[in-house]
């Protein structure tokens, strides 16, 4: 069988990386976080009744749970978009050694 090797786009890992990134779907969750942070109950909103404090009280937990895992969705994201372009960067100093070492190169 013969070994055929394989082509990396690096500027695909690229564009992938900056749709992921700081400027893509990262920025997207931190805005949707945001947003809902802003959603903080107060006072008697679900009643009078006792069990009412306990209801709010819940939810507000839930909102900083949810306002925790989406920030560190956004921080995931980041991470991999980082590591996405340091790849790239890999592929092509490899692409360049490689090709410096039998005589070409740009």
Avoid at 10 to 18: F, G, K, P, V
Avoid at 35 to 61: H, I
Wanted: proline share 1%.
């Amino acid at each position: 069988m013969e070994n055929q090797g394989f082509d990396v786009q690096s500027e695909a890992l690229r564009r992938y990386a900056q749709a992921l990134g700081d400027f893509g779907t990262a920025r997207q969750i931190e805005e949707i976080r945001r947003r809902t942070q802003g959603y903080k109950l107060s006072g008697s909103v679900f009643g009078m009744l006792p069990e009412s404090d306990a209801l709010r009280d819940d939810y507000n937990a839930q909102l900083d749970r949810s306002g925790e895992d989406l920030r560190d969705g956004a921080e995931l994201l980041r991470n991999i978009a980082k590591n996405l372009k340091e790849s790239a960067d890999d592929y092509d100093a490899t692409e360049d050694g490689a090709a410096h070492g039998f005589g070409g190169g740009h």
